[in-house]
C-alpha cells in the first residue's frame, strides 16, 4: 500500500512529466530547466539526443520554431519509487501544426516516454528520458 508521502512524490513527479508538455506547447522553454537534472540524457529516437537542459532547449526549440502550434498530450503515466529515485513512462500523442511552406499541414506523433528521475536538492528531476516513437504521420518539413 503506498503511504501518503509516496502519493505526494507521485504526484510532484507526475507534475514534472506533465509541465514538460506545458513548456512545449506554451514555448517556456525555461521551464525545462525545473524539468530536467544537469546532466540528464534525453534520446528522442530517429529525431536526436541531448544532455542537459540546455541542449534539450535548444533542440526542441530546433524543432517546434518550424510549428505554428503544438499539442503534446501525455496519459497512462506510471511511476515506480524507489527511495530518492524513481522510473516512470507515459504515452504520448503530439500534434504538431506546420508553418510556411508546410501550412496547415500536420505532423501527428505516438509514442512512450520512458524516464528515471532523481530527487535533488531542488526537487524531482528527469536525469534520463527516451521517446519511443510508435508512429508518426504527415509532414512539417523537419526532415
Known sequence: MIDT??????????NIILEYATALDTKE????????????KVEYVGIGECKGPKEVKELVCGVLEQ???TQHMLSNIRVKLNGSTAAATCYLQAIHLGKGDYEGQLLTIWGEYTDELALLDS??????????TIF???DIGLG
Open 136 to 138: 508518426s504521420q504527415g
Open 29 to 40: 522553454y525555461d521551464l525545462l530547466d525545473n524539468i530536467f537534472s544537469a546532466e540528464a
Open 5 to 14: 508521502n509516496q502519493q505526494i512524490q507521485i504526484r510532484e513527479i507526475e
Open 123 to 132: 526537487g524531482w528531476r528527469i536525469t534520463k528520458r527516451t521517446l519511443r
Open 67 to 69: 510549428c505554428i502550434e
